[in-house]
Each structure stands twice: as C-alpha cells, then as structure tokens.
C-alpha cells in the first residue's frame, strides 16, 4: 500500500492526454498568450498505458481521462481500449467540455470507456458562451443524449458556480438533470491556475447553492460519493435523483485526497493547486526499466503532504485574509479537472 505523509493511499489517477482545447472557458484557460505543450512532448499512448499499468500496481483502482479537452486527442478509443483491459482497474472515467461527445461515445464505450463527466455551466445560451467563448450548446446537449444511448452512465454534469454569472440558473441545471437522470455535481469556484483572476466575492458557498435547491427541491444528506470523490450528495426527497455539491474552498477534503495527476507532458502532481511536477517522461525516454520509474512515483507520493485547499481555507478565516496570486500554481488547461 502506497501512502503519503499524512497517511493518504494513491487510489486514483487523472491523466491529462493534451492541453488542447476547443473551448475558452473563463475558470479555466488563460486569456492571454498562452504557450502550448510542443507535440513532442507530449506522451505517446504507449508511455501512458505504461505508466497506468505502474500506477494500478501500485494500489489505483480508478482512472479518468481528461485534458484540456480529451476528445481533441486523435484516435483516442485506442488508449481506452489499452488502458481498460488493465487487471485490475475498477473503473475508466472520461471528462469532457461534450462538443465532440456525439461523434466519439459510440466507439468510445465500444473500446471499454465506462462512464463520462460533460461540463455543462448554462442552459441559457448567452451565459453559456461567456462562460466557454463558444456556442456550442446545443451540441453538447446531443452529446449528451448519444451518450446515454451508447451506454456511458451515470452520466455526470459539472456546474462551476461563479456569483454574477451562472448562478441565477442553477435551478434550470437541476431540473434538466432531474428531468434527465443525470446526476448533476455543483462545484465552488475555485482559484486553479492562475489565470481565472479569482476572487472571493465570485465563489457561492455550499451552504448558499444548498439553499437555493431546497427552497424548489427539499433535500436529505446522501453522503460522501464513494471512496475519497470529492461531491458531498444530496438526495431529492421526492425520490427524483440527487445532486452533489464539491465544497474546495468551504468544506475543504484535503485529509481524504488520494489522487494523483499525470500532465499531457509526463509530470506526476499530487495536487490540484500545486506549482509543479515530478518528471516522469525523462525517466521513460532514457529507457529506464519498471522498478526505476516505480521507485520515483513512490519517491514523489511518500513525501506528498499537499493540503492547500485548508491552508486557503484557513487564511481566508484570518485577518490578514488570502491572496490567490501568491502562489504560481499549474493552469488547470494543463492538469483537468
């Protein structure tokens, strides 16, 4: 069992296969020049199943596929169809923006793909453009039908919820997914990256998204997603579904976190938040054999003691209150979600 600092096991793995993206998106990508990862660099499907077969022995039973945006990366039904017939892999996830979603699910879940995450932060068509700098909306929700059919559930909608901007929808968001059976997951906004210019008075708490439902929608504690995911559930008590909320930056997790992060360039981060990543890709690329690239993922894990999002969480409790920019974090564009 692989264990960090404070006692922490590695159990998923997120994978960044580009930091392409067709999208714009407010939170998310940079808006100024923005320099991207040389086609060189990025990891072969061969390096990634590589270092995914390492990582399952060491103890991940979980992996999502992310970018950037995933779909972006050509032909990549053959990276899912390596990665899902690893013993012992419980469950392959895919995070998507959904604009390609309609053309790709069919072959996607034929090649072993389980179940999928679409963000989706509108359904009013105006606020969904300014929040993604596209509009394709209509194509996402196509998607997200063609989806469903070919087999890829639950199907889970990511909301970022930022004050001023979508937050007057998010009861249209809930219904739609009630409507659907899609299980909808309600995420603070929160400072990843640098780029988003966050600022405190953007994020909407919990405990007001929360208020906002039950005032429509009476709600009961559901619990924790399994495992270590982050989205506290709510279930409707009318029996129509659930909604979970992830609370980064009110209702910090930090203590619970077992994932791990591979960026498009082969660096191993252990956290969201961090500033940078231990390269696995040189090790690769000079032919380094199993137990060598093995020892250097267990190096970088045992010594893992990230809890940023409680020093955050703490600081903004002080006087002296927090400053996002103090810290040069990774671009989310680079790491997913």
């Known amino acids: 069992m692989l264990l960090d600092a404070m006692g922490r096991q590695v159990k998923d793995l997120r994978i960044s296969v580009t930091d392409r993206c067709n999208f714009r998106c407010s939170y998310c990508m940079p808006q100024d020049a923005y320099r991207w990862i040389d086609r060189a660099e990025i990891l072969s499907f061969e390096e990634i199943n590589r270092l995914a077969l390492l990582f399952v022995q060491l103890g991940v039973t979980k992996i999502r596929i992310t970018g950037g945006e995933a779909l972006l990366r050509r032909h990549l039904g053959r990276l899912i169809a390596r990665i899902a017939a690893l013993p012992d892999l419980e469950d392959l996830c895919l995070t998507t923006n959904g604009a390609l979603l309609a053309e790709q699910a069919p072959a996607l879940a034929a090649a072993g793909l389980k179940r999928i995450n679409v963000s989706v932060d509108s359904l009013d068509p105006a606020t969904y453009s300014r929040m993604t700098g596209r ?155 199993d137990r060598e690239i093995v020892d250097a993922i267990c190096s970088a894990w045992r010594v893992r003691n990230d809890r940023y999002s409680e020093e955050r969480h703490a600081m903004l409790q002080s006087e002296q209150g927090y400053k996002a ?9 680079r790491l997913g979600g």
């Open 135 to 289: 509009d394709d909306l209509a194509r996402v929700l196509d998607g997200l039908e063609v989806a469903a059919r070919s087999g890829l559930t639950p199907i889970k909608i990511n909301t970022v919820v930022v004050r001023g901007v979508n937050d007057h929808n998010l009861l249209d968001l809930v219904e739609f997914s009630r409507r659907r059976g899609y299980a909808l997951r309600l995420i603070e906004y929160m400072d990843a990256g640098n780029a988003n210019q966050w600022r405190s008075e953007k994020l909407v708490p919990k405990r007001e998204i929360l208020e906002t439902i039950a005032a429509r929608y009476p709600l009961g504690d559901a619990g924790r997603d399994p495992d270590s995911a982050p989205a506290v559930r709510y279930r409707f008590l009318d029996g129509v579904g659930e909604v979970g909320v992830i609370a980064s930056v009110t209702e910090p997790f930090c203590a619970s976190c077992t994932r791990a992060r591979l960026t498009a360039d082969g660096k191993l981060v252990t956290c969201l938040f961090s500033e940078g990543g231990f390269d696995l890709k040189q090790l690769l690329r000079r032919g380094a054999p």
């Open 325 to 333: 920019g103090n810290r040069n974090k990774i671009e989310m564009i």
